[in-house]
């Protein structure tokens, strides 16, 4: 179980590198007017999606075993919230994955502000796991 653990927490942490980087990108991308470096941001954040989807699909496999380990788990409120706040930050990948779409068809429909707004949701769903994974309130 200490393995799982510790690997989910790997994972977990490669994949927010991505949640909170990669809406920093939109930010410079949205304000971006030179072809070239149009381009380089286009390469950049389709990479980034790859590595952090790659990432968040680790962290979920490695979360489940644990869960398919200690069925039990389930019982527990904290981590009920946990994984509702989980399934939360996956559609928020979902969300980033059709920016980078948007970007790559030329069809940015958000301001560099809308951006910055947007990348703080990472931040607020970390501060809630990482509270209910270590204090467990329920």
Known sequence: MLWLKAFHIVFVVTWFAGLFYLPRLFVYHATATDPVGVERFKIMERR????????GALAAVFGVSMILLSPGFLSIGWLRLKLVLVAVLVGYHFWCSRLVLAFRANENRHSERWYRLFNEAPSLLLIAIVVLAIVKPF
Do not use: E, R
Request: proline residues 0%.
């Open 48 to 55: 980034l999606l790859a590595i952090m989807t790659i990432g």
